[in-house]
């Protein structure tokens, strides 16, 4: 048995930093980061502050596994980010108990978001085979959260991403996309919760994706966004998209599909939405829209990055009547742009006005049932959690 300096003295070499690959290796300052990722397998980040204005770069070996310990905070400056940059192969990446990362959004909110000064992004990745990242606590988030770029077999499990803090009336977050997804296959992203001021997933490119058991609140909803790019088709599709049982409430919308009419052609084929259920949403409880310029809707579709086999089962929930042009369901479709979208159990009601469905009605769905119900729960879920820092 060994006694307690013996062990003491174990725990201390094993901790030793830039040792062979076996060795659990722990980050404490912010100099040591850069040579524990070359040389270590198990890391442990603790308590670690991130100066302003630098990444965390997180390059790791195949296989690794890195622990977040305690509060990791990201001190402020004006720039564009990432705050955080992981990628590589079969690695797992998570948080322990009670440990967070922490964003001081609260330093750069300013109802701004992107047009405001620069705010940092705070993590992106890119990971294959069969990489996890689990358990991980943010807070924050000064702008975007998780950017996921070219990546697959990645699997995002058990996340909490709380900017419910930036719900405060005088220094509103903005813009503040909880998983922005680009170019990722076989992705799963699931049992999540996301508290945030823009969307709460969006899925812009990628094959294979499978979203489940998320709860988004305060957000935009859990979207499609596609056609970023201006020249290469390939980049503007999403195929074989499952998002099912989840919740979403007081966001501005539920289901939000919407295509950039402005970009390539491209094309959405294959997207199930099941088990959703929708509450003290806004503007829209479903909302596909084929008129994105810059951001925002022009009302003017174009049919260049056609919309294929939507399909929603078992949608229910409600829309709140008092934002002018809310309504249940919004459609806009271009020409011959939407096809074989079969919808089925789509029971979404309340709003100011009845649905609309411009050049497109799915199978299933009638447009004009609006049973425009008066009976809404708003669901208040704003947390108000002061950010503790280290
Ligand atoms: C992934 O990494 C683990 C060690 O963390 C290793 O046991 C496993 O064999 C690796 N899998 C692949 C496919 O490389
Ligand atoms: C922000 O607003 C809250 C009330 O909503 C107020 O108590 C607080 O003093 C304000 N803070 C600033 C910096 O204006
Ligand atoms: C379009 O995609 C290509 C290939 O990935 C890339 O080089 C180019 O920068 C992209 N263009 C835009 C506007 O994103
Ligand atoms: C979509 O899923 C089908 C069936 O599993 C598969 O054959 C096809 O390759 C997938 N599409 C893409 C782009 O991965
Ligand atoms: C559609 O995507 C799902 C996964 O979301 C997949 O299981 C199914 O095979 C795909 N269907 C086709 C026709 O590609
Ligand atoms: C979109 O933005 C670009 C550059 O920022 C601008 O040239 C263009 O006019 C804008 N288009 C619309 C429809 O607002
Ligand atoms: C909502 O519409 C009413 C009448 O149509 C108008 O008086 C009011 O200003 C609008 N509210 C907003 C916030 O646009
Ligand atoms: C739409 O569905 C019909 C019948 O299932 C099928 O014949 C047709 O090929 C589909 N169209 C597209 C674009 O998938
Ligand atoms: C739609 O949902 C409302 C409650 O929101 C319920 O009263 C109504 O029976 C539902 N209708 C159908 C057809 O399921
Ligand atoms: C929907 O109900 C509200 C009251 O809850 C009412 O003011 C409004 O006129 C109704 N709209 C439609 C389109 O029936």
Redesign the pocket.
Known sequence: MLTPLRLTAVLLALVAQGSSESTKCTVTEFSQVENVVKNCKDIVVSNLVVPGGETLELYLNSGTTLTFEGITVFDHKEWSGPLIRVRGNNITIQGAPGSLLNGQGELYWDHMGDKGPKKPQFMKIEAFDGSVFKDIKIINCPHHCIYIGKSDQLTITGWIIDNSYGDHDNFTGHNTDGFDVSAA?NLVIEKSTVINQDDCIALRHG??ILVRNMFCSGGHGISLSTGFNYTLFEEN?L??VTVEDSVIVRSDNGIHVKTHADSFKGEIK?VTYSNIFLSGIHNYGINVQQDYVNGSATGIPNNNIPIIDLNLINIHGNVLDVYNNSMPVYINCGKEACVNWTWSGVNVSGGREKSKCNNYEPNGYKCLDNTNKSSQSLYVNKLMVKPPTA
């Open positions: 296959t094959a294979n599709t195929y074989n294959n």
